[in-house]
């Protein structure tokens, strides 16, 4: 199994932080989020990953290496435009395997890595979207009224769950290849959505037990530092 990671992003949220650092090299601690990231996966039985990366590229390159004391074989992909959160795959496709991950860079998760790959295989899927539930509150009265504006109901700041896309994805090479083309910018739920339409199996894997976090907004940066510190042995493979 081959992973992708999608380390090219700006990290607009972030800044001014990520005006001069990379978003998948903000520290956990002693640990930037990207190393934890490469030690889950050669955790979970990847031995070879492909970076795409853009923004301040030669610090990542820097600090990852060719990957040997990760236990990883890397090598990197350089956008030379911003080509989205699937573009790259359209350069790294007939590299990758018949299935492979694809995460983002910058998350912060304790999802069974393994699990998800057999899941993906046990249901021959073309594409596996792991999802996370996540709570939504809306902080004001919501007012529900019919076609002539007449008051049916009344909800004080209500709460709602949804499932969210947690920028992680096992895929199939056969399937995602009519959809890409290198140099071409995608996001991933076009291409998903591409695939779907064209008749891939594209499903969702839930794991209730496990915890992620997206680290784009200082909040939840410093939540993840938190959670880390506090939980570093559920992030870390033995």
């Known amino acids: 199994m081959k992973a992708v990671i999608m380390a090219g992003g700006k990290g607009t949220r972030l800044q001014p932080f990520t005006a001069s650092f990379p978003k998948p090299l903000m520290p956990l601690g002693d640990m930037p989020v990207l190393e934890l990231l490469l030690r889950q996966l050669r955790g979970a039985g990847v031995e070879e990953v492909y970076l795409a990366v853009n923004h301040l590229h030669h610090l990542i ?76 509150k809306i902080d004001f009265g919501l007012i529900q009224v019919d076609s002539e504006m007449n008051l049916q109901g009344y909800l004080e700041k209500p709460m709602s769950k949804h499932l969210v896309s947690m920028g992680l994805y096992v895929l199939n090479r056969d399937a995602v290849a009519p959809h890409v083309r290198p140099g071409a910018h995608l996001d991933m739920p076009d291409l998903l959505l591409k695939m779907r339409n064209a008749g891939s199996k594209v499903r969702c894997h839930h794991q209730p037990e496990s915890f992620w976090l997206d680290i784009g907004r200082p909040d939840d940066y410093a939540t993840a530092q938190k959670m880390f510190d506090e939980n570093r042995g559920l992030f870390l493979p033995a």
Not at 99 to 121: E, P, S
């Open 61 to 136: 390159r820097a600090f990852c290496g060719d990957g040997s004391r990760f236990g990883l074989k890397i090598e990197y992909s350089l956008e030379d435009t911003p080509l989205g959160t699937a573009g790259p795959l359209g350069a790294l496709i007939n590299d990758v395997g018949d299935d492979f991950i694809v995460t983002n860079g910058d998350l912060l998760t304790t999802f069974d890595f393994a699990k998800l790959v057999r899941t993906h295989a046990e249901r021959e899927s073309d594409a596996t979207i792991c999802v996370y539930e996540r709570e939504v």
